[in-house]
T-cell receptor, first 114, second 111 residues
C-alpha cells in the first residue's frame, strides 16, 4: 500500500526559483492538506482541498499556490522561492474532515532555499 | 483561533520509566488527535478522542480527554527505545475544519 507519496523527498533551490511539490494518494480520499514544519513552530497548514477542483487557504498561504485537478493529486507550487520557505513540507489526506477522521501523512519533503 | 499548548517541550526518560505528555487547548475541542513522528519521517496516527472523559489505550500508550474537553494527556507505561520520537496533538473545534497542531514534545528514551 503506497498511501500518501510525496515527490521529491529533498530539494535545494536558489532564491527566486520556482518548483512544484507533488502529493499523490491512492486511498480515494476527498480531503488533502499541505503543512510546513519548522523548528519551534510545529505543523502549520498552508492550503487544503475538500475535493477535486477545490482549494482553500490555511494559516500560512502567502508565497504558495495549490491545485487539485485530479482527486488523487494535490500540488504545491512556489513561484519565487525565498529563504523563509526553507522547511519540511508534509502532505496529508483524509476520507472526511480531519476533525472527524484519521489523516494519513506523507514522508515529507525537505526544501532548502539558498 | 484555536491554540494548542504541549508540555513538556522535550523529555528524556530512562528505559522502563513511565511518562506523561499534556496538551491544553484555549477552546473546547470537537476532537483531539495524537500523532507520533519518528525523526525525519511523517506522522503516524495514534489515537482520536472525542467524548469528554474518554480514555483509549494502544499497547503501552494511554490517552485521556478531560470532561471539559480542553485538555488531553498521553501516558506511556514502561517506556522503550521504540517510543522515542516527537508526539504531536492535533485538534479541531468544530469537526469540519483542518486540524491545528501543537508544537510537539520530543521524547528520548535512554538505556
Amino acid at each position: 500500500n503506497a498511501g500518501v507519496t510525496q515527490t521529491p523527498k529533498f530539494r535545494v533551490l536558489k532564491t527566486g526559483q520556482s518548483m512544484t511539490l507533488l502529493c499523490a494518494q491512492d486511498m480515494n480520499h476527498e480531503y488533502m492538506y499541505w503543512y510546513r514544519q519548522d523548528p519551534g513552530m510545529g505543523l502549520r497548514l498552508i492550503h487544503y482541498s475538500v475535493g477535486e477542483g477545490t482549494t482553500a487557504k490555511g494559516e500560512v498561504p502567502d508565497g504558495y499556490n495549490v491545485s487539485r485537478l485530479k482527486k488523487q493529486n494535490f500540488l504545491l507550487g512556489l513561484e519565487s522561492a525565498a529563504p523563509s520557505q526553507t522547511s519540511v513540507y508534509f502532505c496529508a489526506s483524509s476520507y472526511g474532515p480531519q476533525g472527524r477522521t484519521e489523516a494519513f501523512f506523507g514522508q515529507g519533503t525537505r526544501l532548502t532555499v539558498v | 483561533s484555536q491554540e494548542l499548548e504541549q508540555s513538556p517541550q522535550s523529555l528524556i526518560v530512562q528505559e522502563g520509566k513511565n511518562l506523561t505528555i499534556n496538551c491544553t487547548s484555549s477552546k473546547t475541542l470537537y476532537g483531539l488527535y495524537w500523532y507520533k513522528q519518528k525523526y525525519g519521517e511523517g506522522l503516524i496516527f495514534l489515537m482520536m478522542l472525542q467524548k469528554g472523559g474518554e480514555e483509549k489505550s494502544h499497547e503501552k500508550i494511554t490517552a485521556k480527554l478531560d470532561e471539559k474537553k480542553q485538555q488531553s494527556s498521553l501516558h506511556i507505561t514502561a517506556s522503550q527505545p521504540s517510543h522515542a520520537g516527537i508526539y504531536l496533538c492535533g485538534a479541531d473545534s468544530s469537526g469540519n475544519t483542518p486540524l491545528v497542531f501543537g508544537k510537539g514534545t520530543r521524547l528520548s528514551v535512554i538505556a
